[in-house]
């Protein structure tokens, strides 16, 4: 059993060790265990899966927008970003008017639907919502969400070898459970959150520098507020907007945007 444990400690400290990296922009410190070629090939073949079973908007001044502000993101991240010049950019206007939603996959799809331009009234606002989207991709946040569930379930294999060997199922159960080992609520929503606050500061320089106006983030997440779609943070894996807000005001000012 003691070699057991020493075995799958090893193994989860050469992990960590191999995964550490950088986020861009805010610096933080990230564990991702996922080739980037790897990761980026994952995106396409869910970018195929999402065209195979949405419709393409005909809306031709919506995607001539969408593509516009996307192009000019994506010109600056391809500047400043090693990864961004390995992405292969393409910007998709989704109809589908019940959906206010966008995302970025790994290796630059951008997938942007209808339903969000109840809540955008110029390029600067949608320059926020995909700066957002994209800087979820550059920060190769989903990588590192898959990184932090392979470690949560090593992490637990261990902790369970160990509390099995002193004979006690019941005791197992409940210290997986505290810990929060493979939970949603215990591991993944403050991950989340912070995901999506970083996203949000990548997401506002970038904009800024493709010659948006940074502010737009706060009059977009005003009109997001009011529709009343979000539920309590705490229910959610995505900031409440008046928290977004305050943190974006904090950035804008900081970095002078």
């Known amino acids: 059993m003691r070699l057991l444990q020493k075995i799958m400690m090893g ?17 933080r410190n990230q564990l991702i265990m996922m080739d980037q070629k ?5 995106g396409y073949q869910s970018a195929k899966q999402v065209l195979s079973k949405e419709k393409i908007s005909n809306d031709t001044q919506k995607t001539a927008m969408v ?5 000019r993101i994506a ?7 090693s990864i961004a010049k390995k992405f292969k950019w393409n910007f998709y206007l989704i109809d589908n008017n ?33 700066g957002h989207e994209i800087g979820h991709a550059l920060a190769r946040h989903g990588a590192e969400r898959m990184s932090r569930g392979q470690l949560a379930q090593a992490s637990g294999a261990v902790l369970q070898a160990v509390m099995i060997g002193k004979g006690s199922p019941t005791n197992t159960a409940m210290v997986m459970q505290a810990f929060g080992i493979g939970t949603q609520l215990g591991v993944m929503l403050p991950h989340s959150r912070d995901q999506e606050y970083e996203a949000d500061h990548i997401g506002v320089v970038l904009a800024s520098k493709a010659g948006y106006r940074a502010k737009a983030a706060l009059t977009f997440w005003e009109k997001f507020a009011k529709s009343g779609k979000t539920p309590p943070e705490y229910l959610s894996t995505h900031p409440a907007p008046k928290n977004r807000m305050s943190r974006l005001r904090g950035i804008i000012q900081k970095k002078n945007l």
Do not use: H, W
């Open 38 to 42: 790897q990761e980026m090939q994952l």
């Open 67 to 71: 593509k516009r502000v996307g192009q």
């Open 11 to 27: 193994a989860i400290l050469a992990l960590l060790f191999i995964g550490c990296s950088k986020a861009p922009i805010t610096g």
């Open 75 to 81: 010109k600056v991240a391809n500047k400043r970003y």
């Open 98 to 130: 019940k959906q206010a939603n966008a995302f970025c996959l790994p290796g630059g799809k951008v997938f942007v639907y209808t339903g969000l331009f109840k809540y955008i009234a110029n390029d600067d606002e949608l320059a926020a919502v995909m």
